[in-house]
């Protein structure tokens, strides 16, 4: 017998790491030996036929637990991968969409307390000391004593005209603090600025409506809640202008190339 299909018990480890990785449920281990078989879902031949039914299965399940449109589920290869493709993928898209394709045009808003999925992207296209970026500039939100972000301080004096991008985790993965993105996503949608959530420690542990949170993308992972490793999935609306980096195939509407994972 595995270790997957031990049943714990009282002598067990205590396992303490749940908010790095959860142990993966019985119920995600039974669907995964279910299709563990799937070929190419992009294939035209009967099996490819069948994984592709798989497959829109679990997007229309996701979409309907995390209050989206089956279209708007991208699946990637973590939560990493879907920051990466929304941030980068945002900010080119929206200085394109404005007219400003060159450098020059644009600022990220984001904080200091966000994961390093997030943290080294903005500062990839901001620059640093190795590295010039690609002429975005930071705006900073303000964080309190708590490790909550100051959203309505810094909205007070935000000046949307220079924004290309805002950027909040919803859930912090060290102290497990619960970001204010609600006014964040409001303020955003209001002004047509992109706003994107990283929500991977939130997901699964706070109700997540994100037709109503009005965010243009949401990261999510599913070895946060249960799920295996290695697998990701980027809420984007329809109409959210992300330029993204990953290029090849076209599938999952253009945003994450590869041949996609029906086991996971």
């Known amino acids: 017998m595995s270790q ?38 992009a294939g035209q031949y009967a099996s490819g036929r069948a ?7 679990a997007r229309e399940q996701i979409a309907e637990l995390l209050g989206a449109d089956p279209v708007e589920v991208v699946f990637t290869g973590s939560g ?8 980068q ?12 394709a060159n450098e020059g045009a644009g600022s990220i808003a984001s904080s200091d307390i966000e994961h390093p999925a997030v943290l080294e992207s903005v500062q990839w ?60 996503a409001e303020f955003a949608r209001q002004q047509g600025i992109p706003f994107h959530t990283d929500a991977v420690q939130a997901v699964g542990h706070v109700p997540a409506d ?15 809640f249960g799920g295996p490793t290695s697998v990701g999935l980027l ?10 980096p990953v290029r090849g195939g076209g599938q999952e509407r253009g945003l994450r190339s590869g041949t996609v994972n029906v086991v996971g």
């Open 89 to 100: 993928g945002l900010a080119f898209g929206s200085r394109a969409r404005s007219g400003g």
């Open 51 to 57: 994984a592709r039914r798989h497959l829109e299965e």
């Open 235 to 244: 809420l984007a609306r329809r109409d959210a202008p992300i330029l993204s």
């Open 125 to 184: 296209l901001t620059g640093t000391t190795k590295h010039p970026g690609f002429g975005f500039r930071r705006v900073l939100l303000p964080v309190d004593e708590r490790g909550r972000v100051r959203a309505e301080e810094w909205l007070a004096g935000a000046d949307p005209t220079t924004l290309s991008l805002i950027t909040c985790m919803w859930a912090n993965n060290e102290t497990g603090a619960i970001q204010p993105i609600e006014p964040l």
């Open 4 to 41: 997957l299909e031990r049943t714990p018990t009282r002598s067990d480890r205590l396992y303490l790491d749940n908010a790095a990785t959860q142990r993966l449920r019985p119920e995600a281990w039974e669907a995964m030996e279910q299709v563990a078989g799937a070929l190419n879902p």
């Open 80 to 87: 990493t991968e879907a920051n990466n493709i929304a941030i």
């Open 210 to 224: 994100f037709r109503s949170l009005g965010a243009a993308t949401l990261a999510a992972s599913a070895h946060k």
